[in-house]
């Protein structure tokens, strides 16, 4: 539940402290581009080639219009992640119904059939069980850890991006000369790195998701198919007590 409720925040550019941050941000860019004028003035009288005022000053006056305009901006890229991120968030909140836990197949690997608990003597009974219930608590852990990761990588990249957009303005800043542009393709390589994360990492959700659910159809029909054949419903397969030792269940887990 609280990973989906992650997955589908799309809210970056209108939180409270974005606003905030990136006004006060955006005042002291619009400040910079004084100095650095004065900069290039000084520059351009001593004659440093570098900053030379024909060559930067129409580079200056656009990213000082830039500056102002760099939220919006930001807010139409991450837009246009969003609008897949979404596409694929909604359809697996609409698939899963907050239970993912079933769509690990976890749910089945608990379930034993009295056939299966009576097949053999007490002792090698009550060692297959307990067999089959640590490789399921051990699964149960690995498949927590995995939407746990998921979580905390959807957490941090929102709050990367808050940070990323209220410093929008000094990124415009530094590209406005050659000293920083450097910081400035490094605000732009992480700013791109969040925002692309979230499509990516929901289209392979989404991926695994329809794997694990057409995974699931098929062996529900192979084994109506062996209930038809024999007549009676085995519960689990030969590789152990319940349904953890099914090779189809396993196969399933392992690619969701």
Known sequence: ???????????????????????????????????????????TI??????????????????????????VICGLLIDAAQVVTLTFAHAIVQVTAGNLYGKFGLTDFFRFSRQELNSGTELANVFNVFASMLLGTLMLII????????????????????????????????????????????????????????????????????TSTQAFETSLALRRGNVLDTGTSQGGSGGGIGAIGEFSNMLKFLVM
């Not at 409270?16 to 004084?34: H, P, Y």
Request: glycine share 2%.
């Open 46 to 71: 001593v004659r440093v080639e570098s900053y030379n005022l024909k060559r930067l000053l129409p580079k200056l006056l656009m990213m000082a219009l830039l500056v102002n305009f760099s939220k």
């Open 143 to 210: 498949a927590f850890f995995v939407i746990l990761t998921y979580l905390l990588v959807f957490a941090g990249r929102a709050v990367a991006l808050w940070l990323l957009i209220i410093l929008s303005p000094l990124a415009y800043v530094m590209s406005a000369f050659p000293q920083g542009e450097r910081y400035s393709r490094e605000w732009w390589n992480a700013f791109s790195k969040y925002v692309m994360v979230g499509p990516i990492l929901m289209f392979f959700f989404w991926l695994a998701i329809a």
């Open 1 to 43: 539940d609280l990973l989906t409720q992650v997955v589908v925040y799309n809210d970056f550019i209108n939180f409270e402290a974005v606003n905030l941050g990136w006004a006060l941000v955006r005042d002291i860019s619009n400040m910079l581009f004084v100095i650095v004028l004065l900069l290039i003035a000084i520059a």
